[in-house]
């Protein structure tokens, strides 16, 4: 019986060290949203997700957290080297771009670039799906 209670107790620790790793790429955020979205879900071993959060003290250079490294939004740089280290692991990855409803294109696009750069082949824009209004068609 005790054997049993030792693994019970290691598989919670587990399952809690998972779910506090998965809670810190997902940064809260208001994604802008869309009418017709194109869903699709994709694995956790072929995906990187890059998040898009204004910056208090600048409008002018978000925060970027590629996967859970958080740098600055102008140093393109570091974003791409960043990427180009999960490109070497995987040449298949995908980014999955999360940009907060509240930045401008001219923000988000020099992430874009960046990403491009890193030699990453496709990117996936998140945002959130809403409804249409009765009788609106799209």
């Given at each position: 019986m005790?054997?049993?209670?030792?693994?019970?107790?290691?598989?919670?620790?587990?399952?809690?060290?998972?779910?506090?790793l998965?809670?810190q790429?997902?940064v809260?955020?208001?994604?802008?949203?869309?009418?017709?979205?194109?869903?699709?879900?994709?694995?956790?071993?072929?995906?990187?997700?890059?998040?898009?959060?204004?910056?208090?003290?600048?409008?002018l250079?978000?925060?970027?957290?590629?996967g859970?490294?958080?740098?600055?939004?102008?140093?393109?740089?570091?974003?791409?080297?960043a990427?180009?280290?999960?490109?070497?692991?995987?040449?298949?990855?995908?980014?999955?771009?999360?940009?907060?409803?509240?930045?401008?294109?001219?923000?988000?696009?020099?992430?874009?670039?960046?990403?491009?750069?890193?030699?990453?082949?496709?990117?996936?824009?998140?945002?959130?799906?809403?409804?249409?209004?009765?009788?609106?068609?799209?």
């Amino acid at each position: 019986m005790t054997p049993l209670i030792d693994v019970t107790f290691q598989l919670i620790i587990f399952f809690m060290l998972v779910s506090n790793l998965i809670g810190q790429e997902a940064v809260p955020m208001k994604v802008p949203q869309l009418a017709d979205p194109q869903t699709r879900q994709l694995g956790e071993s072929d995906r990187v997700v890059v998040n898009v959060l204004p910056n208090e003290q600048s409008t002018l250079s978000p925060w970027v957290q590629v996967g859970l490294t958080r740098m600055r939004g102008s140093d393109r740089t570091a974003i791409r080297e960043a990427l180009q280290q999960a490109v070497s692991h995987n040449a298949d990855i995908q980014v999955v771009l999360r940009a907060d409803g509240s930045l401008n294109y001219q923000q988000v696009r020099p992430i874009i670039t960046a990403i491009r750069d890193a030699g990453v082949s496709i990117v996936h824009l998140v945002a959130q799906d809403q409804p249409l209004p009765q009788g609106e068609n799209p």
